[in-house]
């Protein structure tokens, strides 16, 4: 995953796809040490920022899941994304 400084890994430009599935191994990685053996996987949802050759930066999302579900998930990501913070930030 990611960490706070949200470096890249070296190569990671050249490699759109090997750059993705790092991030799930390392995923994964965490998962297993947090929970062991004692787990399943259950609903995904990924979100992956797209740049363009020409500068553009789009999302792209995946929510295999009832649309209120996805939702769901999402706040409560931003929830703890904002807890790692300090709490909501002022737009």
Same mark, same amino acid.
């Given at each position: !995953?990611a960490d706070?400084?949200d470096q890249e /890994?070296?190569? +990671?430009e050249?490699n759109?796809? +090997?750059?993705?599935?790092? /991030?799930v191994?390392e995923?994964?990685d965490?998962i297993e040490? /947090?929970?062991?053996?004692?787990?399943k996987?259950g609903?995904v949802i990924t979100i992956v920022? &797209? =740049?363009?050759?020409?500068?553009?930066?789009e999302?792209?999302?995946?929510?295999?899941?009832?649309?209120?579900v996805a939702?769901? !998930?999402?706040r409560f +990501?931003? !929830? &703890? &994304?904002e807890?790692? =913070?300090?709490?909501?930030q002022? /737009?």
């Amino acid at each position: !995953m990611a960490d706070a400084g949200d470096q890249e /890994e070296p190569g +990671a430009e050249g490699n759109p796809r +090997a750059r993705l599935m790092q /991030e799930v191994a390392e995923q994964m990685d965490a998962i297993e040490t /947090e929970f062991g053996d004692a787990y399943k996987i259950g609903r995904v949802i990924t979100i992956v920022e &797209v =740049i363009k050759p020409d500068g553009d930066v789009e999302l792209r999302l995946r929510a295999g899941q009832f649309p209120w579900v996805a939702l769901g !998930m999402l706040r409560f +990501a931003q !929830m &703890v &994304v904002e807890s790692q =913070i300090g709490g909501p930030q002022p /737009e």
